[in-house]
């Protein structure tokens, strides 16, 4: 009887690793609540929950996570939100 060997096969695995960033939204005077909170729907792609939660953490905390990607996907979002008059930056 022959006996059948499998032959194994190493495969290099090439991971590419992201840097995971995020959108910080700063509290300010002069945004409502609503503007806020449609900003973060149109801009972020926030469900009305989301962005409401988002909005009073931003309002009681001074500041909140309310978008996670990597830079080249946050930049235009952003810059969207800075050119509304909202205070952002990607850390």
């Known amino acids: 009887m022959g006996t059948k060997q499998k032959k194994q096969e190493e495969f290099a695995v090439l991971e590419k690793e992201v840097a995971l960033r995020e959108i910080i939204l700063f509290d300010d005077d002069h945004n409502t609540f609503d503007f806020v909170i449609e900003s973060l729907i149109d801009i972020c792609g ?15 905390k001074g500041k909140c996570a309310v978008k996670t990607g990597d830079y080249n996907e946050l930049e235009p979002k952003c810059s969207r939100l800075l050119e509304l008059g909202l205070t952002a930056e990607i850390v």
Request: aromatic fraction near 6%; hydrophobic fraction near 40%; proline fraction near 0%.
């Open 46 to 60: 926030h469900s009305l929950l989301q962005a409401e939660q988002c909005t009073m953490l931003v309002h009681y």
